[in-house]
């Protein structure tokens, strides 16, 4: 089943959104990075907490970790986007 779709997948070449209705517009990735940042900036706010025991450096910490991580997912998520397997 697996090879199935990896054979079929090489035989359809798709190149734009419109014609791959599989693929997410940027706009989706924008906001599932925005969610997933949320909770992850919340973990990391209390684990930076429960370390240093000072709110003022755990908030540091979070407000950095969500900026750069949100980026770092945004990429991710376009990059995976572009490769065909499981889809």
């Known amino acids: 089943m697996i090879a199935d779709q990896l054979v079929l ?7 734009t959104y419109a014609e791959d209705k599989k693929s997410e ?8 990075a ?3 940042r949320i909770i992850g900036t919340l973990d990391t706010l ?8 000072k709110i ?3 908030a540091s910490i979070a407000s ?3 900026v750069t ?3 770092l997912y945004f990429f991710h998520e376009r ?3 572009l490769i065909k397997w499981g889809k």
């Not at 997948?9 to 190149?15: A, H, I, M, Q």
């Not at 517009?25 to 599932?32: C, L, V």
């Open 25 to 32: 517009k940027p706009i989706r990735s924008i906001a599932k």
């Open 46 to 53: 209390v684990i930076s907490y429960i370390l240093t025991g």
């Open 69 to 71: 991580k949100m980026i």
């Open 9 to 15: 997948d090489k035989k359809t070449t798709k190149t």
């Open 64 to 66: 950095i970790d969500f």
């Open 56 to 58: 003022s450096i755990a």
């Open 34 to 36: 925005f969610s997933w």
């Open 79 to 81: 990059l995976w986007n």
